[in-house]
């Protein structure tokens, strides 16, 4: 069989594996975006990345099915093209994975259309011409309809049969709600073969979230290295970094503490977090607001899987009753309740996306903040350079907020507690599982190629020789 790098190769998004057996069954590993181009840099996450043959380099038609790893745009955003390029099949993954990427694809297809309609508001030829290029480019929501269609929802640690000689497992790799890693066995001229992607591993004790389980032993790996040459900076609890700002923000001045944050996921940690602050800790009851419609679905989908969350979780859930509601906590679904917050004169937390402070609510809670001596503006999330949030960590006198130049007097400061993905000491749990006397070849995907050359190194050091860092479009026998 032929395994063929499309995506996250060399680079931290757009994954996307081609997996080819002997007898042209074709499976392909995630379809996502590809957000590490200039253009989704400059906050244009709408962009299609397209070339002059279409949005894949192979034919689309001969997919015969997909397998979801997650949710996470770099992992399905592309998904709604392949159907229009002339994919017939199915797509499979777990349930909360569905439900998650369903409400991701509709967001992104929500933006689309506002592009369009504000692109469609020029009359000049330029804009005119570029907005009928984009009409042809950008999914709308009946097209993540029609995807989102053919998704049958499998269970974790079943094994499922796609083909005659093809076997599929989906294994919970912790990093979000439904996540998966892939474990793909086939059996190829009297030989039993097995892959696993790992998709994105997930870190151990993270809120709400099972731990990542054991992977058996396989063949080949196709490992993610977002973090392969660094540690996490915070060794502290989530309660603990949250409880230490929160004090010094919103009791010892009082001031207003806004957290960018991306409304699947993330927001979700933070809430239960604050839940359990209040509950546990006897916090004074400062007022909460979530603001962004999307998290407030995305937190349905958690209330309704229940089952699969850590024990923690669930024993909390049972002695509370709820996950994510306090009295002090508010949902902001209109855009004109969420203006008002600024009136809001109490000391208070604004938990609002996007998590890399461009575009979104948040952007507007900054900017109406961002001079404010008593607001403390915390970063939980990777922010790409060029973005608002990477140029407040980076500690500019002056930013330029919504076309406004304004003083940075608000305390900027960050924290990874909140990172769904596991460090290099995860990564190397993860390989380690593996002995080196079967495991045949470690593919590193999902990684700036520094973060990928360094864990290369360690991982030879550890015994595993060969690791290999496939570029774009290698294709490699099995
Ligand atoms: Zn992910």
Known sequence: MKLTFWGAARQVTGS??????????????????????????????????KSDTGFFPFEASGINVVLLTHAHIDHSGNIPNLYREGYEGQILCTEPTFALTNLLLQDAASLNLKRLNELG?????????????????????????????????????RKFKLADNVEVTFIPAGHLLGAAHILISVYENGQKKTICFSGDIGRKNYPLLSDPETIPPVDYLICES????????DAQAPEAVLADVIRRTCIDIPGRLIIPSFSVGRTQALLYTLNRLYTEQGFPPIKVFSDSPLALESTKVYQKNLRILNKEAKTYF?????????????????????????????PCIIISSSGMVQGGRV????????????????????????????????????ISVKGKDLPVMARVERTDVFSGHGDRDDLLRFVKQQTPDRLKKVFLVHGEFTSMSAFQQTLVEEGFPEVEIPKKGQTYEL
């Not at 002090?328 to 004169?345: G, H, I, M, P």
């Open 363 to 398: 952007e507007h809670h900054v900017a109406t903040n961002i001079s404010n001596p008593y607001c403390t503006i915390l970063i939980i999330g990777y922010c790409a350079e060029g973005t608002l949030g990477w140029r407040l960590l980076n500690g500019q006198p002056t």
């Open 226 to 233: 977002t973090y392969g040459n660094r540690l996490h900076i």
């Open 318 to 346: 049972e002695e509370n009753e709820s996950l994510f509601d306090f009295e002090n906590f508010e949902y902001l679904e209109s855009s004109k309740a969420s203006k008002e917050v600024s009136n809001y004169n109490q």
């Open 16 to 49: 996307m594996f081609l997996l080819e057996t002997d007898d042209d069954y074709r499976i392909l590993i995630d379809c996502g975006s590809d957000l590490d181009s200039k253009s989704a840099q400059n906050g244009q996450e709408g962009q299609p990345q």
């Open 121 to 157: 508001k020029s009359k000049k030829q330029r804009v005119r011409k570029r907005l009928a290029e984009l009409q042809k480019d950008l999914f709308l929501e009946k097209q993540v309809r029609e995807s989102m269609a053919n998704v049958v929802p499998i269970q974790f640690n």
